[in-house]
């Protein structure tokens, strides 16, 4: 049994997917940009669109029924080489310890520009 989790953060209202889908007694995040809800803006930067992703990713999960201590796999999906380390740092300073699994992808390019994104599978809990 599958439910969709409805919210606000970081997805506008018009998009094809659910931010987040419990199944299974686990939390799948879809892809959480670092973009500021309340102003619909991301920053420049791409460690501060990182912590912007994660506040993100954490209500979402929040309002999952799970957290950041629940995490078990991340995947992280960075533009510029350059900011690796500085976005690591961002990334470590939200993860519990031990960390979930994690997966660094390089790309191209992400949408309207951002420099970073993250998805998740959580532990319901």
């Not at 007694?25 to 670092?34: D, K």
């Not at 740092?89 to 519990?96: D, G, I, K, Q």
Request: glycine share 6%.
């Amino acid at each position: 049994m599958s439910r969709q989790v409805a919210g606000t953060a970081a997805q506008a209202s018009n998009e094809p997917y659910s931010r987040a889908i419990v199944s299974g007694g686990l939390v799948f995040c879809s892809a959480t940009l670092g973009i500021d809800p309340a102003t619909g803006k991301a920053s420049e930067s791409a460690a501060d669109q990182a912590e912007q992703a994660l506040v993100n990713l954490a209500y979402t999960l929040s309002e999952s029924g799970s957290s950041m201590r629940q995490l078990v796999k991340t995947t992280i999906y960075y533009v510029r080489a350059q900011d690796f380390a500085a976005i690591n740092e961002v990334y470590a300073c939200h993860m519990p310890d031990p960390p979930p699994a994690r997966s660094a992808v390089p790309c191209s390019a992400l949408p309207e520009g951002l420099l970073f994104c993250i998805d998740a599978i959580a532990a319901l809990g």
